[in-house]
């Protein structure tokens, strides 16, 4: 089984990331042929800063890394090392209606926003579908926000084998319930372009600021919250910490008697020492930069050598050679 999945450079990666993406693909290592990317040219649509591009884009190299993938079992490559996915991306853009394009949640939710749409945000789906088909991957492990945008990549593979004959592997998405969608600090999605996250690898002073900053309701700690378990600091928690402490500040938060602070407090030191390991192998990895390089270059030699493969077939099945 071939499993692939990428992350944007386009800011700094969350725990949003890290439960809905890496966490996952981590764990499918030990499922089948791993290829996971660092989606830079996806990244265009919202970041045109070269420089800070560039730093990201070797920041989620180290944050895959630390939070262990294991280049050996896997393939880690940078988007753009494989341009050919841009080729196979107007192959399959001839064949995807606008009308798909145009029901995109994702696209409708950043323009709703106020994020100033380009060409780039509204064919972002077509550019995910190459990236997918490319490598003949079976399966896509993503949030629940990406969820239709893999169903956009089978419907064009589908078309695509339908016109020109079985070229491409119709994938399929596996989605984690538990953390298909991680709230943010605000309550909506935590997402890197919504400035709500809260870092897999922030400073320590800033991360529990930015902790005990959450907004909470006005209720006093004597008061009973029947709804506890709407509360983001509980919700959060439940991720970093383990159930038994987690179903216990839940309780307790329920029949009253539990701070805010304590909580937010709680939710810092479980937040902290969870990702302890991850953080003391990334301070390793940016110690020897170069071995990041080289397993980048390697990957986009191995990653590389599917993907031509792959986009022959296309070229040859449509008549372009
Ligand atoms: N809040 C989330 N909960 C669960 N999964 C999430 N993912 C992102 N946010 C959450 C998953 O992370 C993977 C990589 O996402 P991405 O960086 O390619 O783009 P995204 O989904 O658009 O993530 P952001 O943070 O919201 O980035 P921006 O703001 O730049 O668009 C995906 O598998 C995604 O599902």
Known sequence: MRILTGIQPSGQLHIGNYFGAIKPAVDLQARGDCTYFIADYHSMTSLT?????????????????????DPQKSVL????????????MWMIGTLTPMGLLERAHSYKDKTAKGISPNFGLFAYPVLMAADILLYDSNLVPVGRDQKQHVEMT?????KFNHTYGETFVVPESEIRDETAVVPGLDGQKMSKSYDNTLPIFGEEKAM?????????DSRTPAEPKPD???????QLLKLVATPEVA???????????LGYGDLKKALFENYWNF?????????ELAANLDHVHAILQ??????????SQVLGRARKASGLC
């Open 154 to 158: 089978r419907d064009i593979a589908i």
């Open 208 to 216: 529990r600021k930015k902790i005990m900053g959450i907004l909470m």
């Open 228 to 234: 506890a378990e709407k509360n983001i600091a509980i």
């Open 49 to 69: 800063d070269a420089a800070q591009r560039r730093q990201n884009s070797l920041d989620v190299a180290l944050d895959w890394l630390a939070c262990g993938l």
């Open 77 to 88: 490559f940078r988007q753009s090392d494989v341009p050919e996915v841009c080729e196979l």
């Open 275 to 283: 990702f302890a390991p991850y953080r003391a192998r990334r301070a």
């Open 298 to 307: 390697d990957g986009a030699g191995r990653a590389r050598a599917t993907a």
């Open 247 to 257: 179903a216990d500040y839940e309780n307790r938060l329920r029949a009253g008697g």
